[in-house]
């Protein structure tokens, strides 16, 4: 009897222990707060803590200024002095990591906090704010750079759209488990081909107002969902080299990108 109590308890132990709630906390670095707004979507979906990483000596001014500054700090690889955090990452066990992207990365501050904090056995979750691309390519930086994370998939938004962020946050959350919810499931893009005039137009109309020309369009794939249609367009950039443009088209409104991937 007392054999079986002891193996009716160890068995209720295991458990309690494997269904132990996981704590999250958002961190982020914003220069110019979209990442903020990101950040703060995030923290009220989740209900957790959040914390934000700021520099000893901010980055200020307009864009050309934090460029320069940049471009200087990369180049001579000195690293931007953060204050200490107000949180204890070693309380947590689900960090989401949010950064705008720089030069088709994480933001400086991110690659000093890198640098000086030891994410061992932590889950991080990218997430990100850019003018036109850059989750793939700094995902894979951090994978190089926090060595000892668990990096999941990562969630990116261009500043220009962030006002869908509430939406997209949710579907990923739901999508990555970290929410309840019913997950959308999308159908896979159609197989590549030429693009048709009705498909060029789309793309020009979802292209052509960014700052940065973003090449001409090649080959197109596209899928239904339940707002309207998306389409992966393979453009042509510099020297004979392809990227991605994703763009979404909603019933009755017009077209946007909403990601670059080089
Ligand atoms: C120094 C600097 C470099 C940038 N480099 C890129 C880039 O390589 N690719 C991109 O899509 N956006 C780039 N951007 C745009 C920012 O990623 C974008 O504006 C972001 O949403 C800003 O976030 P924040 O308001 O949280 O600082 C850059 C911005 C700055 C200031």
Request: charged share 25%; aromatic share 10%.
């Amino acid at each position: 009897m007392k054999k079986v109590l002891t193996l009716i308890f160890a068995a209720l132990l295991l458990t309690a222990c494997s269904q132990k709630k996981e704590k999250f906390l958002v961190l982020y670095y914003s220069q110019s707060n979209t990442t903020k707004a990101l950040a703060e979507e995030i923290q009220s979906q989740l209900q957790c803590d959040i914390d934000e990483i700021e520099c000893t000596n901010p980055y200020t001014g307009d864009f050309n200024s934090v460029l320069t500054r940049w471009q200087e700090e990369s180049q001579s690889g000195k690293k931007p002095e953060l204050n200490p955090l107000s949180k204890n990452i070693n309380d947590y066990d689900v960090i989401f990591l949010g950064y705008p992207v720089w030069g088709g990365t994480y933001a400086l501050p991110i690659a000093s906090l890198l640098e000086k904090t030891d994410f061992a056995g932590k889950k991080l979750v990218p997430f990100c704010t850019f003018g036109s691309g850059g989750l793939n390519t700094s995902c894979a930086e951090l994978k190089k750079n926090a060595k000892n994370a668990q990096i999941l998939n990562g969630y990116g938004i261009r500043q220009a759209r962030i006002s869908n962020a509430k939406e997209e946050v949710s579907k990923f959350l739901i999508k990555a488990g970290f929410k309840q919810g019913e997950a959308e499931v999308l159908p896979e893009f159609s197989a590549q081909k030429e693009v048709t005039d009705a498909e060029k137009e789309i793309f020009h109309q979802a292209c052509d107002g960014y700052q940065f020309p973003l090449g001409n369009p090649i080959t197109v794939g596209s899928r239904a969902t339940k707002e309207g249609t998306e389409y992966l367009f393979t453009v042509e950039v510099q020297d004979g080299k392809t990227a991605q443009i994703f763009v979404i088209k909603k019933d009755n409104s017009k077209a946007e990108f909403t990601e670059v991937v080089r």
